[in-house]
């Protein structure tokens, strides 16, 4: 496992979860970053990016305001702060490595992916 994405949990509407993902056997600090999320019954969707310098960040609409991508490169470790859950964010939250220092929204245009972390709101 290159990527070990955690910190999800069950977590109550208007409440707020951290998402770690780290880097293991080596390093993404050249790559841009992001978080997909899958719920039952959908498509993979992008969800936040940041380049790997993290002069820029991309987030969904239903997300702006709400959630906030960073990385820290010397830790090799990129977060997902969610605040003012709502049920809609409950899926399967992956982070991934792109294939170049951006960071698309385009899942075809990432090579690594890690194993994902549940995040449930309830209502």
């Known amino acids: 496992v290159q990527l070990q994405a955690s910190g999800g949990g069950l977590v109550q509407a208007g409440g707020s979860l951290r998402l770690s993902c780290v880097a293991s056997r080596r390093t993404f600090r050249n790559n841009g970053m992001a978080w997909f999320r899958q719920a039952p019954g959908k498509e993979r969707e992008f969800v936040a990016g940041?380049?790997?310098?993290?002069?820029?960040?991309y987030y969904r609409d239903s997300v702006k305001g709400r959630f906030t991508i960073s990385r820290d490169n010397a830790k090799d470790t990129v977060y997902l702060q969610m605040s003012s859950l709502n049920p809609e964010d409950t899926a399967v939250y992956y982070c991934?490595?792109?294939?170049?220092?951006?960071?698309?929204?385009?899942?075809?245009?990432?090579?690594?992916w890690g194993r994902g972390t549940l995040v449930t709101v309830s209502s």
């Open positions: 991934a490595a792109a294939r170049s220092g951006m960071a698309p929204s385009d899942p075809q245009d990432y090579r690594y």
């Open positions: 940041i380049t790997w310098s993290s002069s820029n960040t």
